[in-house]
Nanobody, 114 residues
Framework: VQLQASGGGLLQAGGSLRLSCVVSGSDFPIPILGWYRQAPGYDREMVATHDRTLGAFYNDFAEGRFTISRGNADNTVHLQTDSLKPEDTAVYFC?????????WGQGTQVTVSS
């Protein structure tokens, strides 16, 4: 299973970005797709998760500003990030859970200037 993330960039505070992730190599529907992020010097933290059965979950900092959604094809996931802040600067990684295995993409850099 491979994941390819895209959509990161450099922007000013208050702006928006739409991150996308395409999953390939699975013959089965992906039950869970989501996003983590990691800023320099910090641990990786969950941003948002979409469970096909249970719906969407957000970390507190993402609630109300970020929206996770699945694409029309089951193997894509998007993260709409609005009202971005400098503290949102990080590498954003998409991930997939299939069975008991986690799969990670390579990450896309989001940099928010003040």
């Amino acid at each position: 299973v491979q994941l390819q993330a895209s959509g990161g960039g450099l922007l000013q505070a208050g702006g928006s970005l739409r991150l996308s992730c395409v999953v390939s190599g699975s013959d089965f529907p992906i039950p869970i797709l989501g996003w983590y992020r990691q800023a320099p010097g910090y641990d990786r933290e969950m941003v948002a998760t979409h469970d096909r059965t249970l719906g969407a979950f957000y970390n507190d900092f993402a609630e109300g500003r970020f929206t996770i959604s699945r694409g029309n094809a089951d193997n894509t996931v998007h993260l709409q990030t609005d009202s971005l802040k400098p503290e949102d600067t990080a590498v954003y990684f998409c991930y997939a859970v299939l069975g008991s295995s986690y799969y990670w993409g390579q990450g896309t850099q989001v940099t928010v200037s003040s």
